[in-house]
């Protein structure tokens, strides 16, 4: 990984992503509006930048983990953002979760400048991203540049999938997203449920698991967050409601209906209203106890 890379956003996702490609001996280059993301990085080898200018500066790979698609708009095409002064060849590799329009919209003014443009966006939790083990859905039909990336990905995960062509990455994302966040919804429903009717916990786990209603967000993702009692992000209800409102807005423009996705975004519309917006998005099962009156239910610490 002898190229010089710059990594822009630095959050729960960015911040070990960038960590884990500095830790394999890359030379990168970081900046975040929120100087404090950065100071983790640079413990670690990052270079700290003051301005998007100074943070690309001779890079020929730019990384964006940013969290809507104005953010990823604004940092590329804005009047002194990458496009403005990045050299002809360079490539940024978008690993966001925005709108495929957006995507389309940002790929058609790199091709304009000459500047290569892969989607990748990322699966998996926050704690994959830490420990290296993330998925990624890559949209690249540009062998070369697929090329260059490629070891960057090796670095921050273990998984690579090619969707097919720019764009295809964030649209399996946006799809992908949408079932893991209304598996969350049911998952958080079912058990409050069976907490308000009496059922035990680990007894009910084990029912589920030997059965086609076993899931990862029950088996994964809240068991290793919400049922251990710690619903910190992770990733945020309101990112969750931007990723519903992304599949929705998809759909709409395809006129393909998603009656129950339309219901899952209502209910993190009203979670992140509150005290939720900002914990991590297996907190959907505290939210429906809260309403359903129960004490949600937590694992047994042994
Ligand atoms: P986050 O809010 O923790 O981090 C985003 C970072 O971007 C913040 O540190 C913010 O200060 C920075 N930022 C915003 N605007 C900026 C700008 N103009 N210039 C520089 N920095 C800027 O979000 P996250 O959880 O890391 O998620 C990032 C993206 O990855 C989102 O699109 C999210 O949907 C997606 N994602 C998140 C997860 C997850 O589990 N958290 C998993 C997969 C994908």
Do not use: W
Not at 199 to 209: G, I, R, S, Y
Request: aromatic share 6%; net charge neutral; with cysteine.
């Amino acid at each position: 990984m002898g190229e010089k890379i710059a990594f822009i956003g630095l959050g729960a996702m960015g911040g070990p992503m960038a960590q884990n490609i500095i830790k394999k001996g890359s030379k990168v280059s970081v900046f975040d509006i929120v100087t404090e993301k950065m100071d983790p990085v640079v413990k670690v080898g990052g270079t700290p930048g003051k301005t998007i200018k100074d943070t690309i500066e001779n890079a020929e790979i730019i990384v964006t983990m940013l969290p809507s698609t104005e953010n990823v708009k604004s940092v590329i095409t804005d009047k002194d953002g990458i496009l403005s002064m990045a050299k002809p060849n360079t490539i940024i590799l978008d690993m966001s979760t925005i709108a495929p329009t957006g995507t389309d919209e940002v790929y058609k003014m790199c091709q304009e400048k000459n500047v290569k443009f892969i989607d990748a966006p990322v699966g998996r939790l926050v704690s994959h991203a830490i420990s290296g083990d993330s998925l990624f859905m890559v949209g690249c039909d540009d062998e070369d540049a697929f090329k260059k990336v490629e070891p960057l990905l090796n670095a921050m995960g273990t998984t690579i999938i090619r969707c097919g062509k720019v764009g295809s990455g964030i649209r399996a994302k946006v799809v992908n997203n949408f079932q893991i966040l209304s598996i969350a919804q049911i998952t958080a429903e079912a058990l409050t449920l069976a907490q308000k009717i009496g059922l035990d916990l680990e007894t009910f786990k084990e029912v589920n698991a030997g059965t086609t209603a076993n899931n990862g967000q029950f088996h994964i993702n809240f068991m290793s967050k919400v049922l251990q009692n710690d619903i910190e992000p992770g990733f945020t209800i309101d990112l969750a409601h931007k990723d519903m409102g992304l599949a929705i807005e998809t759909a709409n423009s395809f006129r393909v209906g998603l009656p129950v996705g339309s219901s899952v975004q209502a209910v993190y519309g009203q979670a992140r209203s509150g005290k939720f917006a900002k914990k991590d998005f297996s907190a959907l099962l505290d939210y429906a106890c809260e309403i359903a009156e129960v004490k949600p239910p937590r694992v047994k610490k042994d």
